[in-house]
Structure formats: structure tokens, C-alpha cells
């Protein structure tokens, strides 16, 4: 898995599955790192591509994820 893969922003990136999850720190890293990069790295870019969610928000159940 890359680290510009859609899949490893959803399920590995240390940063936004915490902060999906909640965790302050890491919501707060996000939200500057979203500030700097304008819209997230390239692995939220890609995951924002691929499941239409940003990389702050949570895949809505039951959604569509064939991308």
C-alpha cells in the first residue's frame, strides 16, 4: 500500500483514522494539515477521489465503495 493510495489514508494513515475516530491531537493535526496542503495530502486527495468523503469525514454505511 502507498502512501498516496486512497486506501492507506481510510485504513493505515496514522493521522486521519484517529481523528475520524475523534481523538482531539489528531483532529487538530488534520485540521492544520488540511490548512497547509488545502485540502488534504495526497493519499485524502485520492481517497476524496475514489469514496466523494474528505479525508476529516467518515464513510457513510452503506454507501457505494466500488470508486
Known amino acids: ?3 498516496t493510495d486512497a486506501e492507506f489514508c481510510e485504513k493505515s ?3 486521519c ?8 491531537f489528531a483532529v487538530f493535526l488534520q485540521k492544520i494539515e488540511m490548512w497547509l496542503t488545502r485540502g488534504g495530502c495526497p493519499a485524502g486527495r485520492a481517497r476524496q477521489k475514489k469514496y466523494g468523503v474528505k479525508p476529516n469525514e467518515k464513510i457513510k454505511e452503506g454507501a457505494d465503495h466500488a470508486g
Open 1 to 3: 500500500m502507498k502512501f
Open 13 to 15: 494513515c496514522p493521522i
Open 17 to 24: 483514522t484517529r481523528a475520524r475516530e475523534g481523538k482531539l
